[in-house]
């Protein structure tokens, strides 16, 4: 059988058309190259090298086998390059679902940054509503996700990569929305828009707390999934809210941002599988330092 060592020993000899050089080239003596290249010709039943003349010379046959060993050993450490680079995760996919809060705080940077340090992975970004994501990480639909905490999830690693406090959404019509600040009590009795604890239950759990902390059980009129749908239904003047301050790059006509006196603050933690082996994941986890 033709091996590619082979194949190398004889590409070398055809470049340099001179056994000791070629042998030199290769970190042989003459005599083992000699027999490699006549084990070559043995095999294929034609002759490659011409012998009789003081260097060694291609025959017709050794020209175009030149020609196509090059290509075959091109190929050959093209396929070998490319093994090595899937193994460090610089080719290949890596899938992240990520809450659409993710957007307007951590995924931007994070995926500029993945980006430019692998750009030959194929990044799939999508958006997922919060505890979802759980269930869709454990289910190796993504390779990682971007939520709030789940807090202890059998089967599931995490790691807290952004603190962000909470701020008042208030219709400008509101008597609050003169004021920079609010407090807990200045709550209580308001109407509530709140995230269903069913997609959101770390924020929803930071809501309900601060209320309580003013002395009182928070007054909920509607549930959403999203934090820019319950914006848009405080613009609707249908309730006040407690969103993450980052909400507030969303200028929506007619809400104003209050900060919050003793603001509670929500984490966002990156989620996988430990028992995933997808390169590119270790190399966004290496990446993704832990915020303290």
């Known amino acids: 059988m033709i091996d590619i060592r082979q194949m190398r020993y004889f590409v070398t000899l055809a470049e340099t058309l001179h056994f000791g050089r070629a042998a030199e080239r290769l970190h ?7 027999r490699q290249i006549a ?7 034609v002759k490659l090298i011409d012998r009789s003349s003081r260097h060694a010379s291609l025959t017709r046959a ?6 196509d060993s090059r290509a075959v050993l091109a190929a050959f450490d093209q396929a070998c390059n490319n ?9 290949g996919s890596l899938s992240i679902g990520f809450m659409m809060h993710a957007a307007y705080t951590v995924l ?34 993504y390779d990682a996700g971007i939520m709030f905490s789940p807090g202890p999830v059998h089967g599931l690693e995490t790691r807290p990569i952004f603190h962000e406090k909470l701020c008042l959404a208030v219709h400008d019509s509101h008597p609050l929305a003169q004021r920079k600040t609010a407090n807990a009590s200045d709550l209580e009795g308001e109407p509530l828009i709140v995230t269903s604890a069913d997609s959101a239950t770390t924020t929803r759990t930071a809501v309900e707390d ?21 914006v848009n239904l405080v613009a609707e003047n249908l309730g006040v809210a407690l969103v993450p301050d980052s909400m507030r790059k969303l200028t929506v006509p007619s809400v ?3 900060s919050l006196k003793n603001a509670p603050a929500v984490e966002h933690v990156l989620v996988w599988r430990p028992g ?14 832990a915020k303290t």
């Open 62 to 67: 050794g020209q175009g086998f030149l020609e």
């Open 256 to 258: 104003s941002f209050l």
């Open 210 to 230: 601060y209320c309580r902390s003013g002395g009182y059980v928070p007054a909920i009129r509607l549930e959403a999934q999203l934090q820019n749908t319950i």
């Open 39 to 45: 084990a070559l010709e043995k095999e294929l039943g």
């Open 83 to 91: 093994a090595k680079r899937a193994d460090r995760g610089e080719t």
């Open 108 to 141: 931007p940077a994070l995926a500029r940054r993945f980006l430019a340090a692998y750009p030959d992975v194929d990044l799939k970004l999508r958006e997922v509503v919060p505890n979802a994501l759980v269930e869709d990480v454990l289910a190796a639909r």
């Open 276 to 289: 995933n082996l997808n390169p590119a994941l270790r190399n966004l986890l290496a990446l993704t330092p």
């Open 28 to 34: 042989l003596t003459q005599p083992p190259l000699s």
